[in-house]
């Protein structure tokens, strides 16, 4: 069984930071690229970040672009996603995602049919 859990989460205040992990296990044998997503009560899921595996080429959200740094550590099968500069916009449920096989185009990472697994996700929630 494929899976990723995410951890993590928590409440912080405006302009603190918070780091986020995940790890890939089961029948998650090769990655492509993994990913963060966020959604927020009401909204839809949208793009954070994401990050090639094996070149390690990273992609940003304009909203998070210099506060947000997302890494992996491939032996371990895990992805971090450190979040600095924290707002009270940033307040949602992140979810890491994972895609196995070769995406011809970058573009459809940054979307959620760019990926074959998902994560349950872990709350952040930034006070003011």
């Known amino acids: 069984q494929a899976q990723l859990v995410e951890s993590g989460g928590g409440l912080v205040q405006a302009g603190g930071s918070l780091r986020l992990s995940c790890v890939a296990s089961?029948?998650?044998?090769?990655?492509?690229?993994m990913g963060w997503f966020r959604q927020a009560p009401g909204k839809e899921r949208e793009f954070v970040t994401a990050?090639?595996?094996?070149?390690?080429?990273?992609y940003y959200a304009d909203s998070v672009k210099g506060r947000f740094t997302i890494s992996r550590d491939s032996a371990k099968k895990m992805a971090y996603l450190q979040m600095n500069s924290l707002k009270p916009e940033d307040t949602a449920v992140y979810y890491c995602?994972?895609?196995?096989?070769?995406?011809?185009?970058?573009?459809?990472?940054?979307?959620?049919?760019?990926?074959?697994?998902w994560g349950r996700g872990t709350q952040v929630t930034v006070s003011s």
């Open positions: 089961g029948r998650i044998f090769s990655i492509y690229a």
């Open positions: 990050i090639k595996w094996g070149v390690g080429d990273t």
């Open positions: 995602a994972a895609a196995n096989n070769f995406r011809s185009s970058t573009s459809v990472l940054f979307t959620t049919n760019g990926y074959n697994y």
